[in-house]
């Protein structure tokens, strides 16, 4: 499972420019330690429970289910068999996890017919509990058949920040009443989910084989795990198709799909690889998915292990519960990698297809036995997000992923710390974090620096092979490491996985005249009463009148000075400068790989000459991080503008926006035309829209607007950006227009305002809401029901600001798609937010806190009944 906000957020920072991400820099302030008794507030207040692996006394050996969705009802009816064998000491009982089920018949299959069973079900633990009538050792196999409703609408489960509901079962638009959104149904397991609409032993370290038998319309395209096998006619319009999947996998990475969808085909190796879109977006599917094939290639040259499974499919649903899903052989994908091509240009989305593929090895293939060791998955495959991307498109991108993981776990960091892989967790769901995805995958990074990349990929298909098809814990992917490296990395597997935390560090430089050597000095200042001492490696940099140098260093105590032989020009003499002229810059961790906080103590010039000269991405933008926050001067500008021809567009893009602080009244025409033609000529729609934004901030002094020969030249380049090829470009013109060209904006508005762009539909929202146009009700309920992403909430918010005024007449139009959001969506921060609109808008239709109450008694999510409690 790939999360849907994290990473996302972690891109704005990298985009938004330099002096809005300084409070995430690793360049942070750091806190000596022991300067207060006070405990951190990332420290836990209490220790949450011990959740370690189950304890499994039977094997799952193969499921086979016959489902019928009651659409109407929002039920699926259901019979399970299931073979299983004690796992070693002889059982007479048997617990299935089969939360909110009505049990019509529980039976145990015998050669001579069903024989029925006794059972308890335990509304507690939603656990069935099943009396066997006999002892069963381990060298009996029985078959045990559940005849069921699913009813997970009826649930009472929380979701998570990461997975934002858990009824495992999802009906989108049943009854079809609502013709902008498509009729599916759609399923989600992880963590413990796949117990909502099956029964079965929900335990990451089960593995079954499995047949799926689906009852759909026969206008429907159905998608589970495995081969399809066919679908022969069931009455009444009816269609029943059977899949098998032949090789074990976990009960959570079972799936089933439903819908009207368009299937594209496509191949690896003669292996089936399908991709599954509305079929508006059917032109575009081989443009979104189309490196799958190169992927599976990649991935299975890499790791010397071949695509194991039969097929590889990929779906696009709506209203998906959080990023995607790794179901084997079948992943399921949020609803923006359902996008057209101008959209394609402004984002890929491909690290979720990399990221869910990786899964098919590494969390399907081998599996964590437990979900306090789900970095086992979530890091490994977070990982595979960067080799993807080191392999085709070159390190520097690469490496801006690796920042971004950085980032997010810092971000996290402020106010939550605990060991990556842990047995005391409130939740499975509070293992979805960025210590599990993010600093997961960057330890991962640090090992291949340590090992180096032959070691390290021997390590990673070592443990790949001797554990396939198994469920593992940390301990193992250690030991596959150390068994090729030949050396204990106990050291590092604990110091960056079982305790909490990472290294904060301060260098400091200067130049020892007499003995012609450069000296840093670095301190380990992080808390030492809750996080460890750390080994570190780096590999120093020294750039001067010499040429670049480099030398390897390891830190291990608190306080180490490192003394670099770097002789001195025969002329030079000291001066008071620490770091004299003929050192240009010095670097303690030239290859930017270090898990944690640096604050590096130098000279303004060493950071302008790091800016120009950085040898990798990493390094240049801190560089640039730094030079952004310097006092405006022509050596920071210079160096500045160099980075605009820098190849990575998000090295560009943070220069631009810091080179606005840099031009004033006296070179506001130079920056104007500089802007105009980065405009025209960067190739990323992320650029051309920052300089189209700063374009249209000359376009006034403080509140007034410039005169009109000013204001034209300005304008003609925005309506330039009107017909951009990109969305984001678009958008943020418009925007621009609405402001600079305010008498004419609806003339811009109209033509793109059915454009299938979240970020243009919010921008057209903004626009007729300000303006109080009178399409302005029909547009919000049409982009409520056909926006697949979060930008509904947007809409949702501006709205109700715009609504505190309007007459009942105009709020009776939005009314409708608000409780179907409040009510229905499966996202609950979704029902919060249109929950918390209706809630507004009681002061205008006092009925409404009626219909407020129902709502809460109807809610399902005791998270959510919390916040309902504050309106």
């Known amino acids: 499972m790939r999360l849907p906000v994290a990473l996302v957020f972690c891109s704005i920072l990298l985009v938004a420019g330099c002096k809005k991400s300084k409070s995430l820099q690793k360049h942070s302030p750091v806190v000596v330690p022991g300067a207060t008794a006070v405990a951190p507030s990332w420290l836990p207040s209490a220790e949450a429970p011990l959740r370690p692996a189950q304890t499994r006394y039977f094997r799952l050996l193969h499921t086979r289910l016959d489902l019928l969705p009651r659409w109407d009802r929002r039920e699926l009816e259901g019979t399970a068999i299931l073979c299983l ?20 018949e529980l039976a145990l299959l015998l050669p001579t017919g069903p024989s029925p069973l006794s059972y308890r079900y335990d509304a507690d633990s939603l656990r069935l509990h099943i009396a066997l009538g006999s002892l069963f050792t381990r060298t009996d196999t029985l078959e045990l058949q559940v005849r069921y409703t699913a009813r997970p609408y009826a649930l009472r489960l929380p979701g998570s920040e ?22 599916q149904l759609w399923t989600q397991g992880q963590p413990e989910s796949a117990s909502c609409w099956f029964p079965t032993l929900d335990d990451p370290a089960q593995r079954s084989t499995q047949e799926v038998r689906l009852t759909v319309p026969d206008s429907m395209l159905t998608l589970s795990n495995g081969r399809f096998l066919g679908g022969v006619p069931a009455g009444e319009g009816l269609r029943t198709d059977t899949w098998r999947m032949d090789l074990p996998h976990p009960p959570y990475l079972f799936m089933i799909a439903a819908g009207k969808f368009a299937r594209v085909q496509d191949t690896w190796r003669d292996v089936p690889v399908d991709y599954y879109v509305e079929p508006a977006f059917e032109p575009y599917a081989r443009l979104v998915f189309g490196h799958t094939p190169e992927m599976i290639e990649f991935f299975s040259t890499l790791f010397d292990f071949p695509y194991p499974w039969p097929k590889y499919s990929q779906i696009v649903v709506r209203d998906f519960v959080s990023g995607a899903m790794e179901n084997t052989t079948a992943t399921v994908h949020n609803g923006n990698l359902q996008h057209d091509a101008r959209q394609h240009l402004d984002d890929t989305e491909e690290d979720y297809i990399s990221h869910e593929l990786f899964h098919q090895w590494f969390g399907n293939v081998v599996t964590c036995e437990s979900w306090g060791q789900l970095s086992l998955n979530e890091g490994l495959t977070t990982y595979g997000e960067y080799l993807w991307r080191e392999y085709k498109y070159g390190k520097d991108y690469a490496d801006v992923q690796f920042e971004e993981s950085l980032r997010g776990y810092l971000a ?27 600093k997961g995958g960057c330890v991962l990074h640090q090992l291949r620096q340590y090992m180096g990349d032959d070691a390290f990929f021997a390590g990673l298909r070592l443990y790949l092979h001797r554990h396939a098809f198994q469920s593992v814990e940390v301990h ?75 030398f390897p260093l390891e830190l291990t105590r608190q306080d180490t000075t490192f003394r670099l032989p770097y002789p001195r020009p025969e002329k030079a003499s000291g001066g008071e400068e620490d770091l004299p002229s003929f050192i240009y810059n010095a670097d303690l961790d030239s290859r930017h790989t270090l898990l944690g906080t640096l ?74 035309d500089s802007l105009e033609t980065i405009y025209r000529r960067d190739p990323q729609p992320a650029v051309r829209a920052t300089a189209l934004r700063l374009l249209a901030d000359l376009g006034a002094v403080g509140d007034e607007l410039l005169p009109e020969d000013r204001l034209e030249p300005l304008r003609k380049v925005l309506r330039m950006g009107m017909q951009d090829s990109s969305y984001q470009v678009v958008a943020q013109a418009l925007m621009a227009l609405s402001t600079l060209d305010s008498a004419q904006v609806m003339t811009y508005t109209l033509p793109v305002a059915d454009y299938p762009s979240e970020i243009i539909q919010q921008t057209v929202t903004d626009i007729l809401l300000e303006r109080k146009h009178p399409m302005v009700n029909d547009y919000v ?49 979704m029902r919060y937010t249109a929950a918390r609109a209706l809630s507004e808008l009681r002061t205008r239709r006092p009925e409404l806190a009626g219909w407020l109450k129902q709502l809460k008694a109807r809610e399902t999510d005791p998270k959510l009944r919390n916040l309902l409690d504050t309106f």
Request: proline share 6%.
């Open 85 to 104: 064998t004690p796992w070693f000491r002889p059982q007479d009982t048997l617990v299935l996890d089969a939360k909110g089920m009505h049990i019509h």
């Open 162 to 183: 990461s997975i934002a509901d858990a009824r495992g079962l999802y009906f989108i638009n049943p009854d079809g009443r609502h013709p902008l959104k498509p009729t």
């Open 412 to 438: 996290e960091a402020e106010g939550k710390r605990e060991p990556v892989i842990r047995t005391r967790h409130n939740s499975p769901g509070d293992m979805f974090d960025s210590h599990s995805y993010s």
């Open 476 to 550: 193992q992917l250690r030991i596959a490491f150390e068994d090729v490296l030949g050396e204990d990395l106990n050291w590092f597997f604990d110091q960056w996985l079982l305790q909490r935390g990472h290294p904060e560090l301060t260098a400091a430089y200067r130049y020892d005249w007499n003995a012609g050597q450069l000296v840093i000095n670095v301190k380990q200042t992080q808390d030492l009463r809750y996080q460890p001492l750390y080994r570190l490696q780096f590999l120093a940099q020294v750039d001067g009148h010499l040429g670049t140098q480099f």
């Open 599 to 672: 604050k590096d103590e130098k000279p303004s010039r060493c950071w302008v000459y790091q800016l120009t000269n950085g040898r990798n991405f990493s390094q240049t933008l801190d560089a640039l991080e730094q030079v952004a926050l310097l006092a405006p001067g022509p050596k920071a500008a210079q160096a500045l503008w160099q980075v605009q021809r820098h190849p990575g567009w998000h090295l560009r893009n943070m220069a631009l926006e810091a080179l606005g602080d840099f031009y004033g009244p006296d070179n506001r025409q130079a920056w104007q």
């Open 781 to 829: 309920v049409k982009c409520l029901w056909r926006m697949p992403g979060y930008g509904r909430m947007f809409i949702i918010n501006s709205y109700v600001a715009y609504a505190e005024d309007r007459n009942d007449a105009e709020i009776e139009a939005v009314l409708p798609v608000l409780k179907y959001t409040a009510q229905e969506d499966p996202l609950w921060f």
